[in-house]
Each structure stands twice: as structure tokens, then as C-alpha cells.
């Protein structure tokens, strides 16, 4: 459509909004400049209307977790291995890396609001003595393999419309933390409109669509959507390690968690910790009908929460840690196939009848894709069981729980006052 003339492209939005009763997106179009107005067009011709549709048929869907064939997943804890295998599992994972065979991915799309930070959440200081931001601690991992493996590991960053320019200036502003610039690459993840629950697209403001991130599932699009595979592929790439921005004792490229993977012949894993107790809101790993899969702390019968086995652990118990190494050929063909879309119910700000409304209660449709329904994909995957106190400490609140005090106090009980 970017060949279009103005009056093309105002022809097709007009044929288009009117076939999906969304005309009151040009409701204010001709209070609009001219760029404004292209603008405009441009956002709504990108819609895929048609789609839009059936998320917003299922958008209610709900799943009936009881009817589901679940078998639980049980992962290999780091802690069992004796030192022989664990000196076998780094030393495959390290001469993989020495031969640029993997990259490091990181998911940083989030804004630091909930935390009384303005900007990106990777530009956020959890107040170590050295007063590091979450991107420099994920660099700082990362310089550690690379001196250890005498390579480089090309970093791929996933910003978001709203921080994306932030999180690059950050990085220039640091001259990239000492980090070599060319294997430091930046990619937007893509975004997909909202609706309220009438299945109206909403507008952010007279000349804008309204749309929020597609989800963390949204990565294996946005790698392709953005020609990040093709980098890959020209640099070597054959494994993909992928972590979020938050988790402050996340190690990066680990070589035993990609030694792992290689020793068992595993086209995936992920990291796992055993949850402390029932209710954890966390999802677990499991398998649904034979295949490897994450259920919802909302979605698992209470019985199976519950249950222990033999030595007290939780049957159900190896959490979803939001960690992962994924071989590039698996990745390629999850983007090619897509994955499904779940809707969250959420209160939104948007442009409605000529002036700015802020919902008072959760009201509008977000969509997002969840990474772990990949896993359903695959015939088996491997399931590598960390210590939490030794790899987990996210910061998601801005006091108490899973907090910048908590993780600042485990990330220096880990690497000292120094680091």
C-alpha cells in the first residue's frame, strides 16, 4: 500500500473501515493536517481487519483446564549433577559459543512506570553501590562469557514503540557499556490494535490507532517481520538464548544451560526452579496431550497444584522462568506458523467521542501471544531446574515482593558489593 496515492489510500480506508462498521476511525479526519492524515491511513490500511474479528469472536473463549490430558514435566536439577557432568555440559556449551554459534536475545519492550521510573525499564538503577542499570547487569553477564569463549556475542535487544529511541539513546549515552557496537542490534516488536468490548478498534488520538504489544509470543514474529533470522544466519547462529530484562541474576548465554541442551539433543529447553508452595502464581510446565506445555496458575486444578510426590516436592512444581535456548530452525518455524492469541481484559486511555477517556475499571480487549504456547509445538523439550536464589531475582514492584530491594540484596549475595 506504500505506492498509494493520498486519494488510493483514502478510498481503501474508506471501503475497509465501512465493510468492518469501523468508521468512526475517520471521525476526525478532516480536523487533521496532512501528515496527519497520512498517518492516519497508513495506520489503518496496516490493519488486518478480518483478524481483528476473530480475536474479537474468541475474545471470551475460556479454556476448561479439566478436560485438558495433563501429565506433569519433571526438570533435571543442576543441583543432582555431579561435578564430571557439570564440567561436561559447560565445556559442549562453551565451545559452542567459541565457535559464534549462539546469540543472546532479550526481551526489553516494558516501561519502568510501575517502579516510579520514567523510561525504559532496562535504564532503571535498583540501587547497587555501582549503580548499574538492568541493561548494564545483562551486558556485564555477557562480557563474561565472551572474554571466557573469545568471542563476541551478538546481542539482539527487543524495544517497543514507546521506548525504543529511549533505550538506544541510553546505550549510545554509555557508549554501549564497553560492548562492541556492531553485535548490539535493536528491533521493535510489533504491536496489534485494541478494542473495547462493542469490537470497535479504539484510537489513541484523533490521528492514531490505539495498540499495545503483541505479547512476549510476539518475539518469534518480530525476529522474522524484522529480518533479525537473516542476521543470525549470516553471523552463524544455530542456538538462540532468550531471557526477559528484569531478572537481575539471569546468566547470560549460560554455557551449562546450552551444554544441556546439546548433551540431550534438545531443539529447545528452559530453565525452571521449583515453586515454594500451591498458589504460586506462576505457570508450570507439563505436558498436554503428550506435548510440552505451560498451564496458568488460574488454568491447574487445585488437586494437581497440591500434589506431592515421595519426597515432598510438588508434582506439578518446575515454574516457567521466562529463560530459554531455542535452535534457529525450531524459531524460524514457530514465526511461520504463528502462535494463538489470548485476551487480556485491561483499563485503557483512548481518544472516544472528541476527548480523552481514562477507564475507571478494566474495560478494552488487549490481544497478546504468550512464547510458552510454542512449546505445544515441539515432540519433547528439555527442562533445566535451577536454584532460584541463585538465577531468580526479578523486578517487577517497586517495594516488597520481587521488588528493587529484593533483587538487589540476592544479586549482592550472589556477586558482592563489587560487582
Not at 546468566?251 to 534438545?266: E, Q, S, V
Not at 515421595?310 to 518446575?318: I, L, N, S, T
Amino acid at each position: 500500500m506504500n505506492g498509494l496515492s493520498f486519494e488510493k489510500k483514502l478510498e481503501f480506508a474508506r471501503k475497509k473501515t465501512a465493510e468492518y462498521n469501523q468508521e468512526h476511525l475517520l471521525q476526525y479526519f478532516d480536523l487533521l493536517d496532512d501528515n496527519e492524515k497520512e498517518l492516519l491511513l497508513d495506520d489503518i490500511l496496516n490493519i488486518d481487519f478480518q483478524f481483528m474479528c476473530s480475536l474479537y469472536k474468541n475474545a471470551n473463549k475460556e479454556i476448561n483446564a479439566k478436560n485438558l490430558d495433563l501429565k506433569p514435566a519433571v526438570g533435571v536439577p543442576k543441583s543432582s549433577m555431579n561435578q564430571k557432568e557439570l564440567d561436561e555440559i559447560y565445556e559442549l556449551g562453551l565451545a559452542e559459543i567459541s565457535k559464534g554459534a549462539l546469540c543472546a536475545v532479550t526481551m526489553a519492550g516494558g516501561q519502568g512506570s510501575r517502579l516510579g521510573h520514567k523510561g525504559p525499564k532496562g535504564t532503571y538503577d535498583i540501587g547497587l553501590p555501582s549503580h548499574k542499570s538492568l541493561f548494564e547487569i545483562q551486558c556485564d553477564g555477557l562480557k563474561r562469557i565472551s572474554e571466557k569463549a573469545k568471542v563476541a556475542i551478538p546481542w539482539y535487544i527487543m524495544t517497543s514503540e514507546t521506548n525504543h529511541e529511549e533505550s538506544v539513546a541510553f546505550f549510545e549515552k554509555n557508549n554501549y557499556f564497553g560492548y562492541p557496537k556492531k553485535d548490539i542490534m535493536f528491533f521493535k516488536q510489533s504491536m496489534i490494535p485494541v478494542m473495547d468490548k462493542q469490537g470497535r478498534i479504539l484510537l489513541e488520538s484523533p490521528s492514531k490507532i490505539l495498540k499495545s504489544p503483541n505479547g512476549n509470543g510476539g518475539l518469534f514474529s518480530s525476529l522474522k517481520d524484522k529480518s533479525i533470522f537473516s542476521d543470525m544466519r549470516k553471523r552463524g547462529i544455530k542456538w538462540i538464548f532468550i531471557c526477559g530484562i528484569d531478572n537481575v541474576l539471569v546468566r547470560m548465554a549460560d554455557p551449562y544451560f546450552l551444554g544441556f541442551t546439546i548433551k540431550n539433543k534438545y531443539k529447545a529447553s528452559a530453565k525452571s526452579f521449583l515453586k515454594r508452595d500451591a498458589s504460586e502464581k506462576a505457570g508450570v510446565f507439563c505436558y498436554k496431550d503428550g506435548r510440552p506445555y505451560v498451564i496458568e496458575y488460574t488454568e491447574i486444578p487445585k488437586e494437581l497444584a497440591e500434589l506431592k510426590d515421595e519426597k515432598g516436592d510438588y508434582v506439578y512444581g518446575d515454574t516457567n522462568v521466562l529463560n530459554y535456548i531455542f535452535d534457529i530452525d525450531v524459531a524460524e518455524n514457530i514465526a511461520s506458523a504463528g502462535l494463538p492469541y489470548h485476551t487480556q481484559i485491561k483499563a485503557v486511555t483512548a481518544y472516544i467521542n472528541g476527548e480523552y477517556v481514562e477507564s475507571i475499571k478494566p474495560d478494552s480487549y488487549k490481544f497478546e501471544t504468550f512464547l510458552f504456547d510454542s512449546f505445544n509445538m515441539l515432540d519433547d523439550m528439555g527442562i533445566f531446574r535451577i536454584e532460584r536464589e541463585e538465577e531468580f531475582a526479578p523486578v517487577k514492584n517497586k517495594t516488597g515482593i520481587d521488588s528493587a530491594e529484593s533483587a538487589r540484596e540476592m544479586y549482592l549475595a550472589v556477586y558482592g558489593a563489587e560487582s
